[in-house]
């Protein structure tokens, strides 16, 4: 997989990453899920080592990414 996407820059664990952002984002945002379901959806075995992983990917935390939907919605 990774040297079908070398072409493009990218590695499987940085689409997967990414895929798994996208979701969160949706669950976290208009679903209006809670950080722990959140994470078990994605399948992490609890928040805060998805709360580590949405951080790096996103920058921020993910109960702060929830109050910017909120503030914007």
Do not use: C, H
């Amino acid at each position: 997989m990774n040297n079908r996407l070398a072409p493009y820059g990218q590695s499987a664990s940085q689409v997967i990453s990414g895929v798994k952002l996208e979701e969160a984002k949706k669950l976290l945002g208009p679903a209006g899920k809670s950080v722990g379901e959140t994470a078990l959806r994605l399948g992490y075995a609890d928040s805060t080592a998805f709360s580590r992983a949405f951080r790096k990917w996103s920058g921020m935390s993910p109960s702060d990414f929830k109050k910017t939907v909120k503030e914007l919605g």
